[in-house]
């Protein structure tokens, strides 16, 4: 069975004359086969030189088959993407977790404040129940920041009341509410300036002169005299 010849591929000649008045004219030669192409531009002066012209074409277009350029693999331009990265989310704020009758309750651990200065684990335990104890009593959500002043004196306080007993109640008969406001920074050693009531200007009260002994057993002053300031 005779092989197949493949198809062949055409020569395809582009020729571009620009019209000109001079006796010399220019042209420019596009020879392409296939992926291959050579363009040339040339002058010319006579119609026939045409011919020869476009077979100094054809034999420079076989010498680029011949040996054909390697054309390289060009990189694909890389997308700059224009969002902006995400920030890291803010720190999660521990939580303590009170056990309720149904469940349990995580609250923060800066809504549950011991301000009497009680700093043990038995003191907060203790905190933690009785967190519980107002929480199942409907007077507490846990949401809302609640300062305990005296851990101790409060178990003392709610040790014999039942859940009946606490809607008889408010949240603030136990605990504080609210978060704990910095207190003002003073300087102490601001001094207030003395004023005279008679005339409202500062006085200016300048101290003694060294006292030396006179030989009556008398002060005096040294040198300058002593200035009094009556207010």
């Given amino acids: 069975m005779p092989n197949k010849k493949s198809k062949a591929v055409p020569t395809v000649i582009t020729l571009t004359l620009p019209e000109s008045d001079s006796d010399s004219r220019d042209g420019t030669l596009l020879i392409q086969r296939g992926d291959l192409a050579h363009l040339n ?44 990265p995400a920030l890291p989310p803010p720190p999660v704020e521990p939580t303590v977790d009170i056990p309720l009758k149904k469940g349990k309750k995580a609250v923060k651990i800066s809504h549950l404040k011991l301000t009497g200065g009680e700093m043990d684990a038995a003191a907060y335990r203790q905190a933690v129940q009785l967190a519980a104890i107002l929480i199942d009593g409907k007077l507490w959500d846990g949401d809302t920041p609640i300062r305990i002043d005296d851990v101790y004196a409060l178990a003392k306080k709610m040790k014999h009341l039942t859940a009946r007993d606490m809607p008889l109640f408010s949240l603030t008969d136990f605990v504080q509410v609210g978060a704990v406001e910095p207190e003002p920074v003073t300087n102490e050693t601001d001094e207030m300036p003395v004023v005279d009531d008679e005339h409202d200007e500062p006085l200016t009260l300048t101290p003694p002169h060294e006292l030396t002994h006179s030989a009556n057993g008398h002060h005096r002053a040294k040198g300058a005299s002593a200035q009094t300031a009556l207010l």
Wanted: charged share 25%; hydrophobic share 45%; proline share 14%.
């Fill in 41 to 84: 531009r040339f002058t010319y002066s006579r119609i026939a030189d045409l011919t020869e012209i476009i077979a100094e074409a054809l034999i420079a277009l076989s010498a680029v088959e011949a040996d054909p350029p390697i054309i390289p693999d060009v990189p694909p331009t890389p997308i700059v993407s224009t969002k902006k």
